[in-house]
């Protein structure tokens, strides 16, 4: 599904960024990507989703190439940063119809998706109204919609959790195990290590822009020691 290889992009004139990473998300995979601010999850996230070109490695999408073919990459996974740029001048269900226009979903298909998943998160009644009058909730679970519109192969996602409610949480977590068992993937970064350690399969943790540990989540945390305590334990020995 993914794979990230020997990855390095660093930034100029600064020590931030990757060096040298490499992982695998397959599918059915939900992906918990770890790390204390600045570690360099967002950086990876971004190149992987093509925002960042890189120096070194690379990033296979089914084994197409985001160097070589990005545009084929693209229409394979949905992006959702940890701080949505919406349009606000549009009304909610105007953005969701100009992102199945770009993803060329039909009119069939993405009015059930749009209402299953509007109702799901609860903003049905909100999709006429300018985006610039919704919360930081509202806008976020747009965000969601928007990216499940098209049914990507692959979401890949900043701090998803970050501004749900409880509900939109539980809907969210439903709703990637759902995209999973239909033979998608989930690759997303958090600092909700119990929300990780419970829904997630595998995890990565970086540290200053290097891979420390990775693995499956039943291997790692084990012995009724938390994700927690491994990332704690992880991150202070190294």
């Known amino acids: 599904m993914l794979h990230i290889k020997n990855l390095t992009k660093h930034y100029k004139g600064s020590k931030k960024g990757v060096t040298d990473l490499s992982l695998c998300v397959e599918a059915g995979d939900i992906f918990?990507?770890?790390?204390?601010?600045?570690?360099?999850?967002?950086?990876?996230?971004?190149?992987?989703?093509?925002?960042?070109?890189?120096?070194?490695?690379?990033?296979?999408?089914?084994g197409l190439s985001m160097k070589e073919d990005p545009l084929a990459c693209k229409r394979q996974f949905a992006y959702i940063p940890d701080n949505p740029d919406l349009f606000d001048y549009?009304?909610?269900?105007?953005y969701l119809n100009f992102i199945a226009d770009v993803f060329e979903v039909s009119d069939k298909d993405r009015q059930m998706r749009i209402e299953k998943y509007a109702n799901a998160f609860g903003i049905m009644e909100s999709l006429g109204n300018l985006i610039s009058s919704y919360s930081h909730g509202m806008k976020q679970k747009l965000a969601i919609i928007s990216a499940l519109v098209h049914?990507?192969?692959?979401?890949?996602?900043?701090?998803?959790?970050?501004?749900?409610?409880?509900?939109?949480?539980?809907?969210?977590?439903?709703?990637?195990?759902?995209?999973?068992?239909?033979?998608?993937?989930?690759?997303?970064?958090?600092?909700?290590?119990?929300?990780?350690?419970?829904?997630?399969?595998?995890?990565?943790?970086?540290?200053?822009?290097?891979?420390?540990?990775?693995?499956?989540?039943?291997?790692?945390?084990?012995d009724g020691i938390s994700l927690e305590d491994i990332f704690m334990e992880v991150v202070c020995h190294e």
């Open 90 to 94: 549009l009304t909610g269900i105007q």
């Open 151 to 222: 049914k990507p192969k692959l979401l890949i996602l900043d701090e998803p959790f970050v501004g749900l409610d409880p509900q939109a949480a539980v809907v969210l977590k439903k709703t990637m195990h759902e995209l999973c068992e239909e033979g998608g993937a989930i690759f997303f970064s958090t600092h909700v290590l119990d929300v990780a350690e419970k829904l997630c399969n595998k995890v990565a943790i970086i540290k200053d822009g290097t891979l420390i540990k990775t693995g499956n989540m039943e291997d790692i945390v084990k």
């Open 32 to 62: 918990a990507f770890i790390g204390h601010n600045g570690a360099g999850k967002t950086t990876t996230l971004k190149c992987v989703a093509g925002i960042h070109d890189f120096e070194q490695g690379e990033i296979y999408m089914n």
